[in-house]
């Protein structure tokens, strides 16, 4: 069994029961704040169940043998809430549990642009009885404190009915742990504080034992039956769990329908009594807009996405259906995080514990800043209320500035193995980037006087901190870890240098735009160590080492190295990957990416071939960049195969590990691949260029995205591309070096020019790229 092949839906027909792990992640909805994963409307069988609030947790230790000065303590959690998804249905005083009687046909979509999970189910009981349940589950984009459920039965004899509404808390689940204390802190984590049943409506309140953090889930009932009949119902609540009941005799071809208002929230300071005023006054707004206004609501936000953000590819059908799966889910991890991060998982699995990586800033924020800007702009203002956080970190570490973490939920450093977390000072770098990139694609003057040039100042500081003047090699930054998880504590990484360059400058810009952030010796200070920056560069070779003396570490034999040994860091130790040629993932590949201007064209060639052949991607952020990079200098089928990979992650369970949530940084990196790699689109000095080619393996693509608040679509054939504006009046643009302008009266069609022929470059043995 595997999923349809068609273009606005992922669609699984049959139960798969060993199978659910996977489809729960794949069929999770979210909206930034709510996370629902795809489980059964009756809780069972399953696979890892889940419902996630952005930036709830809980707290742990973190492990240690041997303790060390400036180590991260504590450890942070995502926790799985009050579920509310559960609907039981009885027929005839038999539960429908999948697993037993006949499920004659069974079937369920994730639709893209109605943004809902439908499922269709014909169920026969094992004394013969059959009915028909339809459900449709959503996670508003519009009001962000809400999720419902529409539940229909439709009963082919006649029949009682029985249904169960439940909100369910602390339920048990298979902890996905090698941590006992892990284990520890989820093991029934929230106490309660409060309930409430009265008529249709339920109430739960409770808070995390460590972390403290209070939360309430709500749910409110419409019930309905073809013909009137007499209903009845009945509602009850203990400390963690709250039932709703629906009991009715239900003629054959006549149907019991039941909707489902849930309301969530959560806070670290508000009180029991406002979170449950909160959430009671979200569902007396959905109730109040009521289902056909929810879904109506849901599919306006969508087609308003999807007018600046499809992607549309002729030659591949299933390649089509995975961009638009990815794109879903991006919209999905950020739509209404509104100043809380995005996860690497999104809300879609407990993966990662939960905790955002400099993955967002570069992966995902790209994808948002140009398709849904206002999403972007609360990711980069979480960064900025946690300053105080990444302040105190540099402190811890004799720094000045802002030391963001490797990964967090609430802006602390969580990471338990420093060369890998606090050595990456690039996630600094990172952020100041995705804030530049931001102000240049929205030109948002309140963001860079409110919060921009303060995140760029402080992480300004933190580089002059940590790097220094030498008179042989410029400005140096030494003892650093860069994006590649396979070399540790190195010296002026390239990449670390470059985005701490462009750092540096884009601060000394924000503060003479803002006056009163930093002194004018400050700024110059900036420039001066910007202009300096060392950047390694291996003559003999002609290639630019990751970091200093890379290209001279011994090589990794990848020959011997059979395949059940990937990914390398689970069965070979770190110290001997880490003065090796074995790049766990892009870069200095990345660097060529985010800092292509900082590369002529042939250097981008001779790098990119070097480190393909040493690159093997143990991490799924790697395919999207080596795509673009592929695509650039004219390797077209490997970027195609490269694309395919990023955009096949998740839905082919490419890394064994879908289970515990879909991969962000991938999903985006498909859009990336299409969009940056085969449509060449580069935004350095905040100038938005073009340079798209089309690979032999389709046969047209295109793509929208905004740019200062004008809306355009690209149009990519083999021959020529068609420039268009979807919504504003004019844009400027370059298209392979040629100034074009497009208005909103002519379209634009220019010539693309071909390809170089180039041999393809070797990538490690046993690592090509991989479709299924």
Same mark, same amino acid.
């Given at each position: 069994?595997?999923?349809?092949?068609?273009?606005?839906?992922l669609?699984?027909?049959g139960?798969?029961?060993? $199978?659910?792990?996977?489809?729960?992640?794949?069929?999770?909805?979210?909206?930034?704040?709510?996370?629902?994963?795809?489980?059964?409307?009756e809780?069972?069988?399953?696979?890892?169940?889940?419902?996630?609030l952005n930036?709830?947790?809980?707290?742990?230790?973190?492990?240690?043998?041997?303790?060390?000065?400036?180590?991260p303590?504590?450890?942070?959690?995502? %926790?799985n809430? =009050?579920?509310?998804?559960?609907?039981?249905l009885?027929v005839?005083?038999?539960?429908?549990d999948?697993?037993?009687?006949?499920?004659?046909?069974?079937?369920? %979509?994730?639709?893209?642009?109605?943004?809902?999970?439908?499922?269709?189910?014909?169920?026969?009981?094992?004394?013969?009885?059959?009915?028909?349940?339809?459900?449709?589950?959503?996670?508003?984009?519009?009001?962000?404190? %809400?999720a419902?459920?529409?539940?229909?039965?439709?009963?082919?004899?006649?029949?009682?009915?029985?249904?169960?509404?439940?909100?369910?808390?602390?339920?048990?689940?298979?902890?996905?742990? !090698?941590?006992?204390?892990?284990?520890?802190?989820?093991?029934?984590?929230?106490? !309660?504080? &409060?309930?409430?049943?009265?008529?249709?409506?339920?109430?739960?309140?409770?808070?995390?034992?460590v972390?403290?953090?209070?939360?309430?889930?709500?749910?409110?009932?419409?019930?309905?039956?073809?013909?009137?009949?007499?209903?009845?119902?009945?509602?009850?609540?203990?400390?963690?769990?709250?039932?709703? =009941?629906a009991?009715?005799?239900?003629?054959?071809?006549?149907?019991?329908?039941?909707?489902?208002?849930?309301?969530y929230?959560w806070?670290?300071?508000?009180s029991?009594?406002a979170?449950?005023a909160?959430?009671?006054?979200?569902?007396?707004?959905?109730?109040?807009?009521?289902?056909?206004?929810?879904?109506?609501? $849901?599919?306006?936000?969508?087609?308003?996405?999807?007018?600046?953000?499809d992607?549309?590819?002729?030659?591949?059908d299933e390649?089509?259906?995975?961009?638009? &799966?990815?794109?879903?889910?991006?919209?999905?991890a950020?739509?209404?995080g509104?100043?809380?991060?995005?996860?690497?998982?999104?809300?879609?699995?407990?993966?990662?514990?939960?905790?955002?990586?400099w993955d =967002?800033?570069?992966?995902?924020?790209?994808?948002?800043?140009?398709?849904l800007?206002?999403a972007?702009?609360?990711?980069?203002?979480?960064?900025?209320s946690?300053?105080?956080?990444? /302040?105190?970190?540099?402190?811890?570490?004799?720094?000045?500035?802002?030391?963001?973490?490797?990964r967090?939920? !609430?802006?602390?450093?969580c990471?338990?193995?420093?060369?890998?977390?606090t050595?990456?000072?690039?996630?600094s770098?990172?952020?100041?980037?995705?804030?530049?990139?931001?102000?240049?694609?929205?030109?948002?003057e309140?963001?860079?006087?409110?919060?921009?040039?303060?995140?760029?100042?402080?992480?300004?500081?933190?580089?002059?901190?940590l790097?220094?003047?030498? $008179?042989?090699?410029?400005f140096? *930054?030494?003892?650093?870890?860069?994006?590649?998880?396979?070399?540790?504590?190195?010296?002026?990484?390239?990449?670390?240098?470059?985005?701490?360059?462009?750092?540096?400058?884009?601060?000394a810009?924000?503060?003479?735009?803002?006056?009163?952030?930093a002194?004018?010796?400050?700024?110059?200070?900036w /420039?001066?160590?910007?202009?300096?920056?060392?950047?390694p560069?291996d003559?003999?070779l002609?290639?630019h080492?990751?970091?200093d003396?890379?290209?001279?570490?011994?090589?990794?034999?990848?020959?011997? =190295?059979?395949p059940d040994?990937?990914?390398?860091?689970?069965?070979?130790?770190?110290?001997d990957?880490y003065?090796r040629?074995?790049?766990k $993932?892009?870069?200095?590949?990345l660097?060529?990416?985010?800092?292509?201007?900082?590369f002529?064209?042939?250097?981008k060639?001779?790098?990119?071939a070097?480190?393909?052949? /040493?690159?093997?991607r143990?991490s799924?952020?790697?395919a999207?960049?080596?795509?673009?990079?592929a695509?650039?200098?004219?390797?077209?089928?490997?970027?195609?195969?490269y694309?395919?990979?990023?955009?096949?992650?998740d839905?082919?369970?490419?890394?064994?590990?879908v !289970?515990?949530?879909?991969?962000m940084?991938?999903?985006?990196?498909?859009?990336?691949?299409?969009?940056?790699?085969?449509?060449?689109?580069?935004?350095?000095?905040?100038?938005?260029?073009?340079?798209?080619?089309?690979?032999e393996?389709?046969?047209?693509?295109?793509?929208?995205m905004?740019?200062?608040?004008?809306?355009?679509?690209?149009?990519?054939?083999?021959?020529e591309?068609?420039?268009?504006?979807?919504?504003?009046?004019?844009?400027?643009?370059?298209?392979?070096?040629?100034?074009?302008? *497009?208005?909103?009266?002519?379209?634009v069609?220019v010539p *693309?020019?071909?390809?170089?022929?180039?041999?393809?470059?070797?990538?490690?043995?046993? /690592?090509e790229?991989?479709?299924?």
């Amino acid at each position: 069994m595997s999923y349809t092949i068609e273009p606005w839906a992922l669609r699984w027909q049959g139960l798969a029961v060993d $199978q659910l792990h996977r489809t729960e992640s794949t069929f999770a909805l979210a909206n930034g704040h709510i996370g629902l994963r795809g489980t059964l409307d009756e809780g069972e069988p399953r696979g890892l169940p889940g419902t996630y609030l952005n930036g709830y947790y809980e707290e742990h230790q973190l492990p240690y043998g041997e303790a060390g000065y400036g180590y991260p303590e504590a450890g942070q959690t995502v %926790v799985n809430v =009050t579920d509310g998804k559960i609907i039981r249905l009885l027929v005839e005083d038999e539960p429908l549990d999948m697993r037993y009687g006949n499920a004659i046909e069974h079937e369920r %979509v994730l639709d893209f642009r109605s943004g809902t999970l439908r499922r269709r189910t014909v169920w026969e009981s094992p004394t013969g009885r059959r009915v028909i349940v339809r459900s449709e589950r959503l996670v508003s984009f519009t009001q962000r404190a %809400v999720a419902a459920i529409r539940y229909e039965v439709e009963p082919m004899d006649d029949v009682q009915l029985v249904v169960q509404s439940d909100l369910l808390a602390n339920e048990p689940t298979i902890h996905r742990t !090698n941590d006992p204390r892990v284990a520890a802190a989820l093991d029934a984590p929230l106490v !309660n504080d &409060f309930t409430m049943a009265e008529k249709s409506r339920a109430v739960l309140c409770h808070h995390t034992k460590v972390s403290g953090l209070r939360m309430a889930a709500a749910m409110d009932h419409e019930v309905d039956v073809d013909g009137g009949l007499d209903i009845r119902t009945e509602i009850r609540a203990e400390a963690d769990l709250a039932r709703f =009941t629906a009991a009715v005799d239900v003629q054959a071809g006549s149907c019991l329908k039941l909707t489902k208002y849930l309301g969530y929230g959560w806070s670290g300071k508000r009180s029991t009594p406002a979170l449950r005023a909160q959430v009671e006054a979200a569902l007396s707004g959905a109730c109040q807009t009521g289902w056909e206004g929810l879904l109506q609501e $849901q599919k306006e936000f969508l087609d308003d996405f999807w007018q600046v953000a499809d992607i549309e590819i002729e030659g591949d059908d299933e390649l089509q259906q995975a961009i638009r &799966f990815a794109l879903f889910h991006i919209l999905q991890a950020g739509a209404r995080g509104e100043t809380r991060a995005i996860p690497g998982k999104g809300l879609t699995g407990p993966g990662y514990d939960g905790h955002a990586f400099w993955d =967002t800033e570069i992966f995902v924020l790209p994808v948002l800043t140009y398709t849904l800007p206002d999403a972007a702009r609360d990711a980069l203002r979480w960064r900025h209320s946690t300053l105080d956080k990444a /302040r105190d970190r540099a402190k811890v570490l004799g720094l000045k500035g802002a030391a963001f973490p490797w990964r967090s939920i !609430n802006g602390a450093e969580c990471s338990a193995y420093w060369p890998a977390g606090t050595a990456a000072f690039h996630v600094s770098g990172d952020v100041a980037y995705a804030t530049q990139q931001y102000l240049d694609a929205t030109g948002d003057e309140c963001f860079d006087r409110d919060q921009a040039t303060e995140i760029l100042v402080e992480t300004a500081r933190l580089w002059m901190s940590l790097g220094h003047h030498d $008179q042989h090699d410029g400005f140096r *930054i030494d003892g650093v870890t860069g994006p590649d998880e396979y070399s540790a504590i190195v010296d002026n990484n390239v990449y670390t240098n470059l985005i701490a360059q462009q750092n540096l400058r884009a601060a000394a810009d924000a503060a003479d735009r803002n006056p009163g952030h930093a002194t004018d010796e400050e700024i110059a200070a900036w /420039r001066r160590a910007a202009d300096a920056m060392a950047i390694p560069y291996d003559e003999m070779l002609q290639v630019h080492p990751q970091a200093d003396n890379f290209t001279k570490h011994a090589e990794w034999d990848f020959e011997s =190295t059979p395949p059940d040994k990937y990914p390398l860091l689970l069965h070979f130790p770190y110290f001997d990957l880490y003065r090796r040629q074995v790049v766990k $993932q892009a870069d200095l590949v990345l660097a060529m990416h985010v800092r292509g201007d900082a590369f002529t064209k042939d250097q981008k060639a001779r790098n990119f071939a070097y480190y393909e052949a /040493r690159t093997v991607r143990d991490s799924s952020l790697s395919a999207g960049t080596q795509a673009v990079l592929a695509a650039e200098v004219g390797h077209l089928g490997l970027a195609f195969d490269y694309l395919v990979e990023a955009a096949y992650t998740d839905l082919h369970d490419l890394h064994d590990n879908v !289970n515990n949530g879909l991969h962000m940084a991938s999903l985006a990196g498909a859009w990336m691949a299409l969009v940056a790699g085969f449509g060449g689109m580069r935004d350095h000095g905040g100038e938005l260029t073009f340079a798209p080619r089309l690979p032999e393996s389709l046969t047209r693509f295109s793509f929208r995205m905004c740019f200062r608040g004008t809306r355009i679509s690209v149009d990519v054939s083999d021959t020529e591309a068609t420039y268009r504006i979807v919504d504003g009046t004019e844009l400027r643009t370059k298209h392979h070096g040629e100034p074009i302008t *497009i208005t909103a009266d002519e379209p634009v069609t220019v010539p *693309i020019p071909a390809a170089p022929e180039l041999e393809r470059p070797r990538s490690p043995f046993g /690592r090509e790229p991989r479709r299924h």
